[in-house]
């Protein structure tokens, strides 16, 4: 099981020898045998009979407000930093990289990026943002994962996906603390025609809030699939 500590002395091994042919692509890699893992018994959530574009990892927050009406917490979205996981698929450290991304992340003090948080884990690869924007509709909010300022797609204004969620479930584990589950479909943007979001690690808000609370940002990692 690699370590956080050993991935990052993994890193600045990396860094050192970064001329050496023989270490691993940190990014890019062949996506063709990669596949979705989803819970059985549930139809909410099914995974495309193609390889996925991307795999991906988001670190980032949640973000919630409090509701005076019900004294619960309502998403009013999120900001995520998505790194490129494809080159560990198949590898011992794929399973729990959430976990090792999140423990760096619930770790690293106030002010600290995601992008900085994501850089010390090794094999991750910024690919781009995810974030809100006023939904296409008009009303209430849309998620997109844009990849036109970094990477290879940098300059090139179609490489999002703004996408309308078609498939929610609670996380199989720990659903009060991991947000759930998600499948989403392209709305705009060429970058993918659907997203989904699973491996969930915390990011669910408390469960009540007191009236007037300000607003909150909930860490979280998860995985992100791209197809
Ligand atoms: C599938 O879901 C049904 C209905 O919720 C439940 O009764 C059943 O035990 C579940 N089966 C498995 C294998 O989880
Ligand atoms: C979420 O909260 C963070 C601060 O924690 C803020 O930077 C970001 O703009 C917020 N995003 C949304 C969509 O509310
Ligand atoms: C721009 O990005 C999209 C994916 O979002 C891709 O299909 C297209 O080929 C790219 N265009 C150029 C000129 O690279």
New binding site residues.
């Given amino acids: 099981m690699f370590s956080f500590q050993l991935l990052s002395t993994l890193a600045s091994t990396a860094l050192l020898v970064s001329a050496a042919p023989s270490l691993p692509k940190a990014a890019g890699c062949d996506t063709s045998a990669a596949t979705l893992s989803l819970p059985a018994n549930q139809t909410q959530l099914v995974a495309p009979t193609t390889a996925p574009l991307f795999v991906a990892l988001g670190v980032g927050?949640q973000?919630y407000t409090c509701t005076a009406a019900t004294l619960k917490y309502a998403s009013?979205?999120?900001?995520a930093s998505i790194f490129d996981i494809s080159c560990i698929d198949k590898t011992p450290a794929f399973a729990t990289i959430q976990t090792t991304a999140f423990n760096a992340w619930s770790a690293a003090p106030a002010g600290v990026s995601p992008d900085t948080v994501g850089g010390k884990i090794g094999a991750a690869t910024l690919l781009g943002y995810h974030?809100?924007v006023p939904a296409p509709s008009g009303t209430g909010l849309s998620p997109k994962w844009d990849f036109t300022s970094t990477g290879k797609f940098a300059g090139n204004s179609t490489a999002f996906i703004l996408a309308a969620k078609a498939g929610d479930i609670l996380a199989p584990t720990d659903s009060a603390t991991n947000v759930d589950w998600l499948a989403l479909n392209n709305v705009q943007g060429s970058l993918a025609s659907k997203v989904f979001r699973v491996d969930t690690v915390n990011g669910q808000p408390p469960t009540s809030c007191v009236a007037g609370s300000a607003d909150i940002?909930v860490k979280y990692t998860a995985k992100y699939y791209l197809y």
């Avoid at 009013?76 to 900001?79: D, F, L, N, Q």
Wanted: glycine share 12%.
């Fill in positions: 927050v973000n009013v979205g999120a900001v974030y809100f940002s």
